[in-house]
């Protein structure tokens, strides 16, 4: 079988890769804002959750938490599973670890910004929602920039753990292809691909870095 | 009648059990310039921050334009007013911090004329026109598109105080503004200060240029352990009745 061949048996494989990836990302960097407001809130129960949430998915491996979300509903309640649901559990899974790496990335964000930038605010008359949103936030975004790209390489490289529940993305194709062919060539394809996926990454997140570059 | 803007009376604060301000109290009225001198810890800075609702006072009286924003309750701790209220004591004054606490992924311009946009829905071609004529008043028309880590420490201070007078407050308060810069720029912004009092800005100062002070003053304010321990007039300063004031000018200057 030529190279050709194996990359358009894995094209299929490489859009899910990907769907995982941007759906991903399309969730938790909200959610990731809003566990960490919930790890900062005075309020003492909320805060001590998500500190429990933080620690439980940091502290687990993330190819445990996608059988858990995906087997869970049977086990624990009954429910019949699907096939459909077998991405769905993917994206949950992925979503809730991400959400809680980015949650402490945002943490450090926010808390490294200093009370000067929340008084100025607050004697100029900007409300608490209006600071966050026009002052706090954007220099947030700036800091993190590094470690959040740490996290999205990271994550383009962890889509290979959804063939635990069996969704066929581009590592499973991939594996299965070498299997069949007794070939190294489909793994090699397999790794050109994250490569350059992360090169991608790579490059427009410094594009992004250069775009906030205009202040120190 | 003159009309007093700001009466702080009786008012204490501590933190954790550490007394910082001892029933100080203090009124300035409409046109005033006070300065406020003294060692550090003597509780010059928290005055400041009660009077700006950045602290909230324990015990006493806040009143600004005679209107009651912290008064005591039935066990004697201080009660704040609504937030509403609160909202509009604080548009009666600007804050020039030390630090100066410009946003810095704000041009200055933006810095200018994003609170009176954002937050007070004012036309931004006016606001702009309005802060490139304050700008240009203290030498920085040719500052308005730059970035705060563009500028000099003494330059950014001039910016803060234009974005604070951007907003039209009828009193400033300077908390050490030229604490963090050397001689050279600390000139810079003492001018910018005097030509406040020039147009008769309220100005309550708190500082360490014993000559600003006695210079630009209507009355000075020595406070050393959370006390104001004497007021004086700017001409008694260097040559004052008081052997602890002369001991502590003579050592800083």
Do not use: W
């Amino acid at each position: 079988m030529d190279i050709g061949s194996i990359i358009g048996q894995l094209t299929d494989g490489m859009v899910t890769s990907i769907l995982i990836f941007l759906l991903t990302l399309l969730f938790s960097l909200p959610l990731g804002l809003l566990v960490a407001f919930g790890r900062m809130s005075k309020n003492k129960i909320l805060s001590t959750v998500m500190q429990v949430y933080i620690s439980v998915l940091r502290g687990t491996p993330l190819m445990l938490q996608l059988m858990v979300v995906f087997f869970g509903p049977f086990y624990l309640f009954g429910i019949k599973i699907t096939t459909s649901y077998r991405f769905v559990a993917v994206i949950i899974g992925f979503v809730l670890n991400y959400a809680a790496y980015f949650a402490e990335i945002y943490r450090g964000g926010i808390e490294s910004i200093s009370r000067g930038q929340y008084e100025a605010a607050d004697l100029l008359g900007y409300s608490k929602t209006q600071t966050f949103i026009r002052i706090i936030f954007p220099q947030v975004v700036k800091r993190i920039l590094p470690a959040t790209t740490n996290e999205i390489i990271t994550l383009v490289k962890d889509t290979s753990l959804a063939f635990v529940i069996a969704v066929s993305e581009m590592f499973t194709q991939a594996k299965a292809i070498a299997a069949a062919q007794a070939s190294m060539v489909p793994f090699i394809v397999a790794a050109v691909f994250y490569y350059v996926f992360n090169l991608l990454v790579a490059f427009g997140m410094n594009r992004v870095e250069k775009a906030f570059s205009y202040y120190d | 009648m003159i009309m007093k803007l700001l009466e702080l009376n009786h008012i204490s604060k501590s933190f954790d059990g550490l007394s910082v301000l001892r029933d100080v109290s203090l009124s300035v009225e409409k046109g005033e310039i006070v300065s406020v001198i003294g060692p550090s810890g003597s509780g010059k800075s928290t005055l400041l921050r009660c009077a700006t609702l950045l602290e909230k006072i324990d015990k006493g009286e806040l009143i600004y334009k005679g209107k009651k924003i912290a008064s005591p309750g039935e066990n004697g701790n201080s009660i704040y007013a609504s937030k509403e209220d609160i909202r509009q004591a604080k548009k009666i004054f600007g804050m020039v911090f030390q630090s100066f606490n410009l946003f810095p992924h704000f041009s200055v311009l933006q810095n200018i004329i994003d609170a009176p946009v954002t937050v007070n829905r004012e036309n931004r071609e006016e606001a702009k026109e309005r802060a490139m004529k304050l700008l240009k008043q203290f030498e920085l028309d040719d500052k308005a598109d730059a970035y705060p880590c563009q500028l000099s420490g003494g330059q950014q201070q001039r910016v803060s105080i234009v974005r604070a007078l951007a907003l039209d407050p009828e009193i400033m308060y300077f908390d050490e503004p030229t604490s963090a810069l050397d001689p050279e720029l600390t000139a810079g912004v003492l001018k910018a200060i005097k030509e406040l009092a020039r147009e008769k800005m309220t100005m309550i100062i708190v500082t360490h240029e014993m000559n600003f002070a006695k210079e630009v003053s209507d009355r000075i304010i020595f406070m050393e352990k959370g006390i104001i321990q004497h007021e004086l007039s700017p001409d008694d300063l260097f040559d004052s009745k008081y052997e602890r004031l002369n001991e502590f000018i003579g050592k800083i200057s």
